[in-house]
């Protein structure tokens, strides 16, 4: 991985821990819905940031050299974007 990639990815996941514990005690709480609701989306968009982090670090690292060897690989590496943004490869 990416060293810096590496280490804004390790930075996101623990805001989105610190996030998810904060809508886990708003639920125990009780609080207002819409409150809820807006932390929630809050956490979909930064998890959003966090999955563009590492498809960069997939992109730089493991799709360059599978392009580069071509092949089987070269088709893995389609199959597996298509699959991150949710399409089929066939």
């Not at 929630?40 to 982090?53: F, G, T, V, W």
Request: hydrophobic residues 40%; glycine residues 4%; contains cysteine.
């Amino acid at each position: 991985m990416i060293e810096d990639i590496k280490k804004r990815a390790l930075h996101r996941a623990s805001i989105l821990e610190g996030q998810l514990r904060g809508v886990t005690r708003m639920i125990e709480n009780e609080e207002y819905c819409m409150d809820i609701i807006t932390q929630s989306r809050a956490i979909q968009k930064s998890l959003e940031s966090l999955n563009r982090l590492l498809l960069e670090n997939h992109l730089r690292t493991h799709v360059t050299h599978m392009f580069e060897d071509g092949g089987e690989q070269r088709e893995q590496a389609v199959e597996e974007l298509m699959k991150a943004f949710q399409f089929d490869a066939k």
